[in-house]
Nanobody, 118 residues
């Protein structure tokens, strides 16, 4: 059982920055692919960014150039640095974990709220 705890959200003005953290339980964090997702009220959850066990990152077009995903395997933690935030970035942000080339993925955590508003 892998548990995921997201933190770092808050209220920020357009153009501002936030750094989200996701702490994972377990002893094999380094082999997981990790990803960030977000969900606005009344909308489906969408993928925002991912980082593979090998360190390769990918991003949704809507955040490319503004967000950076990174991981610290010693802390079992993945981060999402969010710069140049826009109101449309508002939502609950979740992380998740999966083992490459398998069907296994973790259950969802509680998420952390990000609100971008003037």
């Amino acid at each position: 059982q892998v548990q995921l705890v997201e933190s770092g959200g808050g209220l920020v003005q357009p153009g501002g920055s936030l750094r989200l953290s996701c702490a994972a339980s377990g002893s094999i964090f380094s082999i997981y692919d990790m990803g960030w997702y977000r969900q606005a009220p009344g909308k489906q959850r969408e993928s925002v960014a991912g980082v593979s066990s090998g360190g390769s990152a990918n991003y949704a077009d809507s955040v490319k150039g503004r967000f950076t995903i990174s991981r610290d395997n010693a802390k079992n933690t993945v981060y999402l640095q969010m710069n140049s935030l826009k109101p449309e970035d508002t939502g609950v942000y979740y992380c998740n974990a999966r083992i490459p080339r398998t069907s296994w993925s973790a259950s969802w955590g509680q998420g952390t709220q990000v609100t971008v508003s003037s």
